[in-house]
């Protein structure tokens, strides 16, 4: 019997063992770097229960990470659902890391087992190792390391403070975590080892200048240079980093809670480009299982029987509900990444003459360069911008639909003609921008006078105002943090006051 | 090159922790939610296990958003049937359609909403919550003196101990897992060796590899059996063992005028009671004991289910207890007992030997007595006349009940903690 006879049978043998994954990871992974040239990181495959992939879920996937209430009610509440039938757990779980550590679950039948090795282990793995997004914010060697240090970090405090001090610093935090992100500046790497270290150096600064005259003094800013700077406003730019802004400049915080503020900051930016890409994530990955368990079929490594079991998961993945469907959720960002990079390929083999007006540059290209050029370099919004097709908009039946405050009626805004095709995608696009769907507010200034008051703009955006309540609640987490009053101003794009939130 | 790794063995108890620190949080509405609890059918059988649902609210995490009421919205979505540009659409009513926040939700996305959830605790935690604030009353000498007893128990395996605790089977597991790494490192190194003395040509290279050879081999076939860190050692902890038990006498009236209702109720006070004493102690035992106009002990199954008839005489059945309490259980057992009754009684000469009989042969030597009436009747009855008089709330305490929903209460009043002690 050949190799290939042997591990076919593996294959279409519906139960797995442990020889059967290391087959599979083998031919899979040759295929993916031989077939579709990928770069990956190296895979850690972890076979787990149901429990155990509940207990990932709760930590968004990280082997560890610091203790707090929060984690414990999404494991509650994903556990609910899952005991009453009500979620399916998914299939696989992979985290952006080096090794690239992914989850499978145990019930997953041999089809699933090697759509998901594909599915994750290559196409996810191969998107964290070479997309901007993440190579630029973040490091996927040291996160692992990096959540360790945050969890002994945040015990020795609980220790230290008190479970409900740190608590407390930590709801604050987690409240404001979306704004915990450079956007323009890229951040530089991290480790555990050098967290320690940087830690250790900060204490003997304080201790060599530690001047027991200066201890009976009241507190001022730590940023004594802020203090003797000039008259104008502080800051002098509009700061979006919000943690950032509070890590640094809170005038009478504690370095440990300053820390502990700076752990969430990290663990948001290492989550940035995770929401930022998704559609191009999952699609790119969907393209990625579908060609390499076509391949192995090529190759004769699979039966029909097998193609069929696959055929159901991938398009049951694939399952995009319409507007009118009470299935409907929003777009599938499986459906929509796979469409999109299907026809990247379809234009560079078989190009229509429309092709060959929207997408001059794709016009008799290498479809696999294009396909690899466009995951490394590009972002939900810009890759929809950029290669969202008129042929994938009409496939798909893409409109928008516009909701007017005050109006009784929708107006349908574009539909899938030769009007509509480039608002479709204006507009899809701006819908996976960051700033359609969070806030964009910023600090804008402090008063360093009197008050050490903190005030932050509101740019509203189409009119969107925030919602009272939370905006209320949230207000109160960043007092907390600031430790002196804090102000909200929403303004609309004449400048003008629309609302203020003030927490005194 | 990839690791497969099982993790199917590992401990699953990952959030263990952060559900802890969630249960927290949510400790006042647990809390709250009790007397729902006991008013619903779900006590009954509680000595079995099982989980108990509780119903929470209100554990949104702010963050600034934008409200979906407002503004001009534009959101694209997929399978236009039948709509051409500028057509109008009336908005539901309600408004509630309008919120496409564009979030697209993936085949095995876990986002769930989470307007409301229920929080399912496990039979220990129910009951930690169900006694937090409760306590024994009265329970200072023999529950105080118990816990000085200690055992020694076997706990695992330990690093650091004496000699004679040492462990050979795990301490041998150690040495192997350790010599077969060991050995593998040095046998790649001496493969390697081998393979560059074979290709040397230059003569003194040649000796110095041989002798790296000599040197390697002879550390891989020298490995030291044991080392200091193989060693296991049996490990002992010192563990509690609670000395005294106690017993619980439940005395129920069974005459015809104790209807299915009305001992519905006692059984339910019977059971939180037992709960509550067995989360004390840990050998409870129970008598049960009912009359009508003779005493009789009985088994718990005939206590609750099979129906008598006839008058009330009520001291019959504390002379039995008392005759039982003298002959079965010794000093070192604490007593509880729990009566239940409609408050009928005979004449009012039972009354009064019971109250006699309470004052002179139990209370002395029982821990606590509580005597619950299972009426709405405002008048007083003869019984509750003759207790009221001897009810100090310290060892024995009198109170009524009607309603399952006012069981919650009234057990809580008999058994708050006390400041004082």
Not at chain 1, 12 to 27: F, G, K, R, S
Not at chain 1, 85 to 105: A, D, K, W
Not at chain 1, 295 to 309: P, Q, S, V, W
Not at chain 2, 69 to 86: A, F, I, L, M
């Amino acid at each position: 019997m050949t190799e290939k006879e042997k591990y076919r049978a593996m294959f279409c043998d519906p139960n797995w063992d442990y020889e059967t994954l290391q087959a599979a990871d083998e031919v899979i992974s040759r295929i993916g770097q031989e077939y579709l040239k990928l770069k990956t990181y190296p895979n850690q495959i972890e076979v787990v229960t149901s429990e155990q992939m509940l207990d990932a879920y709760a930590l968004t996937g990280l082997p560890t990470s610091y203790p707090h209430w929060k984690f414990g009610k999404d494991f509650v509440l994903n556990q609910n659902n899952y005991t009453k039938g009500r979620m399916g757990l998914s299939y696989e779980l992979v985290i952006n890391s080096n090794p690239c550590i992914s989850y499978n679950m145990e019930n997953n039948s041999t089809c699933m087992m090697l759509l998901v090795i594909a599915h994750a282990c290559q196409g996810h793995n191969a998107f964290f190792a070479n997309n901007y997004m993440f190579l630029d914010w973040t490091s996927a060697d040291s996160i692992v390391d990096y959540m360790a240090f945050a969890r002994e970090y945040i015990l020795k405090c609980e220790e230290e403070y008190g479970e409900e001090e740190v608590e407390r610093v930590l709801d604050a935090a987690h409240a404001l975590m979306n704004y915990g992100v450079d956007k323009y500046k890229k951040p530089s790497k991290l480790s555990a080892l050098e967290e320690n270290e940087r830690l250790k150096k900060l204490t003997a600064i304080r201790h060599e200048n530690y001047n027991e005259l200066w201890r009976t003094l009241p507190q001022g800013t730590d940023e004594p240079e802020l203090l003797t700077s000039d008259e104008g406003r502080f800051p002098k730019e509009p700061e979006e980093n919000i943690l950032y802004f509070i890590e640094k400049y809170a005038p009478a915080m504690p370095p440990w809670k300053r820390e502990i503020v700076r752990i969430v900051r990290k663990v948001s930016q290492y989550f940035y480009p995770q929401g930022a890409t998704k559609v191009m994530n999952e699609g790119f990955a969907t393209f990625v299982h579908y060609h390499i368990i076509n391949k192995m079929f090529e190759e004769g490594y699979l039966n029909d029987g097998f193609m069929l079991e696959f055929i159901k998961s991938h398009s049951s993945v694939l399952f995009q509900p319409e507007y009118n469907s009470k299935f409907y959720s929003g777009l599938n960002p499986y459906t929509l990444g796979f469409n999109i990079f299907m026809d990247i390929k379809r234009i560079c083999q078989e190009p229509t003459e429309e092709d060959k007006a929207w997408f001059p540059d794709l016009i008799g290209k290498d479809w696999l360069d294009q396909v690899l050029y466009v995951m490394e370099n590009f972002r939900d919004d810009s890759f929809i911008l950029q290669y969202l097709s008129p042929k994938v908009i009409r496939d798909m039946k893409l409109f928008t639909i516009i909701d007017n405050e005050g109006e009784t009626e929708f107006q349908i805004g574009a539909i899938h003609n030769e009007r509509g095709y480039r608002r479709v995608r204006e507009q899809l696009a701006s819908q996976y921008d960051r700033s359609s769907y969070i806030p964009n507010i910023q600090v804008t200034r402090v008063d360093r006078h009197q008050t050490s008051k903190l005030y932050l703009t509101h740019y509203m955006q189409k009119d969107r105002k925030l919602e009272t309540k939370s905006a209320r609640q949230t207000m109160a987490h960043l007092r907390y943090l600031w430790g002196f009053p804090v102000e909200l101003h929403s303004k609309n794009k004449l400048g003008i006051n629309e609302s203020s939130f003030e927490v005194k | 090159m990839s690791h497969i790794i099982d993790r199917r063995k590992n401990d699953k108890g990952k959030s263990t922790g952060n559900r802890q620190k969630f249960l927290k949080r949510v400790e006042n509405q647990i809390k709250k939610a009790i007397p729902d609890i006991i008013s619903q059918e779900s006590i009954k059988d509680s000595s079995t296990g099982g989980s108990v649902k509780v119903p929470v609210r209100g554990l949104e995490e702010p963050t600034f958003h934008h409200d979906p009421k407002t503004g001009k919205k534009q959101t694209v979505r997929p399978g236009n049937d039948k709509y051409s540009e500028g057509d109008r659409v009336p908005k539901p009513k309600g408004g509630g359609a309008g919120s496409g926040s564009g979030r697209g939700k993936g085949s095995n996305s876990p986002e769930v909403t989470e307007d409301e959830f229920t929080v399912v605790l496990s039979r220990e935690e129910f009951l930690k919550y169900f006694f937090d604030d409760l306590a024994l009353p009265n329970m200072v000498k023999k529950l105080m003196d118990s816990t000085e007893n200690f055992e020694m128990r076997r706990a695992g395996y330990t690093r650091d101990s004496v000699p004679s605790r040492l462990n050979i089977k795990s301490s041998y597991q150690q040495s192997l897992g350790r010599r077969l790494a060991l050995k593998g490192v040095l046998d790649k190194k001496l493969a390697l060796l081998e393979e560059q003395l074979s290709l040397a040509t230059d003569p003194a290279e040649k000796a110095a590899l041989a002798e790296e050879v000599e040197k390697v081999r002879r550390q891989a076939n020298t490995l030291p059996f044991f080392e200091d860190i193989d060693l296991r050692y049996n490990n002992f902890e010192r563990v509690p063992i609670p000395v005294t038990s106690a017993v619980m006498f439940c005395i129920m009236d069974v005459s015809a005028s104790m209807g299915q209702h009305e001992k519905d109720i006692a059984k339910r006070f019977f059971t939180l009671l037992y709960i509550f004493l067995t989360r004390q102690y840990k050998n409870v035992d129970l008598v049960f004991i009912r009359h009508h106009t003779e005493a009789k002990e009985v088994s718990e199954d005939e206590f609750f289910n099979s129906r008598e008839s006839g008058g009330t005489v009520v001291a019959p059945s504390l002379k039995l207890m008392e005759q039982i309490m003298r002959s079965r259980y010794d000093d070192s057992w604490n007593v509880y007992c729990c009566q239940a009754s409609d408050g009928d009684v005979w004449s009012k000469q039972d009354a009064t030997e019971c109250k006699q009989l309470l004052l002179e042969n139990i209370l002395p030597v029982i821990q606590y007595m509580a005597y619950i009436e299972i009426s709405n009747n405002p008048r007083e009855s003869d019984l509750w006349q003759a207790y009221s008089r001897i009810s100090d709330d310290d060892s024995f305490s009198i109170r009524q009940v009607y309603e399952p929903f006012e069981i919650w209460p009234v057990f809580q009043g008999l058994f708050r903690k006390r400041s004082a002690v």
